[in-house]
């Protein structure tokens, strides 16, 4: 492994990419081997000149969290807050990886005009194929092979610890419990899609799952991916404290109920007496009442779900 090709955070924020493709210094660097990078941990994570991944494989490996797309210098934020803290401390591993760098376009190109006419463009399924292929070990390819052989609906989660993951508004739409099942894989791939979407054929060669986060349609994948990425890697054990999970929305089939901090009076509004009571038993059950009155105002489908 070349010293170049070791991973890293730098500080500061450039929003867009120089002119031999290095993006600022976002923590996001396209380096020589193909990918990019979000932070440092216990894992070296790096890719060789032929863009294939090795994994020095510590006292614990952090889940690892591949990202393709056109635009790399979309995904800053992934670098702050909980987040950010959680790939420093080694816990998550993101890597960002640039569909142009694997285009054997001359001039990079990822799109071209649809079969049959149309609106738009489409983007090509070379450059993707052959980008997912580079971050696959040889026993993850079998794995996905088989999977493809089954069908995408046949599979389940402990079939397999790697998945590939497409953000699309005709998938299955995100929730905590899908959250929470995608935390437990060892290696997720995000394909941000962009234009028109993709190449169908790419489904076709890889047993991809397409994921929803509303009935709505975006530019582009690079927003629905760091929602998805954020709300599986809370579910990943050390990102966030258990609990913070036990108590929040959804996390029982309710809403969460509402929290108050300093000071205890505010423009005439206090605080409940009884979370000051310092009766603990009181305090819950408090909660747990809030909890169930503001679902029932705010959304009763959840009641009629846990029935």
């Known amino acids: ?19 031999n493709g290095m993006v600022g210094t976002t923590g996001i660097t396209e380096m020589s081997g193909r990918c990019g990078t979000i ?3 216990n894992v070296a994570d790096t890719c060789d ?29 992934l670098q702050t807050s909980i987040i950010g803290r959680a790939v420093e401390r080694g816990t998550l591993k993101i890597n960002i990886v640039n569909i142009r760098d694997f285009s054997k376009d001359r001039h990079k190109k990822c799109d071209d005009t649809p079969f049959g006419g149309g609106a738009g463009m489409l983007m090509t399924v070379q450059p993707i194929f052959d980008a997912i292929n580079s971050l696959l070990s040889d026993e993850e390819k079998d794995l996905l092979k088989k999977e ?15 998945r590939i993951i497409f953000p699309s508004p005709i998938g299955q739409v995100l929730s905590a419990k899908k959250a929470e099942a995608l935390s437990t894989f060892k290696h997720l791939i995000f394909v941000c899609g962009h234009y ?3 190449d169908e054929r ?7 799952e397409q994921i929803s986060i509303g009935d709505y349609v975006l530019t582009g994948g690079e927003l629905p991916t760091m929602v998805i990425a954020d709300c599986l890697s809370r579910f990943v054990d050390g990102v966030i404290s258990p609990e913070s999970l036990e108590s929040e929305s959804f996390s029982n089939g309710l809403l969460e109920y509402p929290q108050y901090t300093k000071p205890r009076v505010f423009q005439g509004l206090s605080v409940p007496d009884v979370l000051l009571s310092g009766n603990h038993q009181e305090i819950d059950k408090w909660r747990e009442a809030q909890s169930l009155k503001r679902t029932q105002v705010l959304r009763k489908d959840l009641l009629r779900k846990k029935k």
Do not use: C, H, W, Y
């Open 196 to 198: 028109e979407g993709v």
């Open 202 to 208: 790419l489904f076709q060669l890889f047993p991809i």
């Open 148 to 162: 493809a052989e089954r069908g995408v609906k046949n599979r389940k989660n402990k079939d397999s610890s790697v």
């Open 49 to 77: 000149m032929a863009g294939a991944v090795g994994v020095e494989v510590t006292e614990k490996t952090p889940m690892r969290i591949d990202i393709l797309t056109l635009f790399p210098e979309s995904f800053a934020p």
């Open 1 to 19: 492994m070349r010293k170049e090709e070791q991973t890293g955070i730098t500080a500061g924020v450039t929003d867009a990419a120089d002119s």
């Open 39 to 41: 932070g440092t941990g």
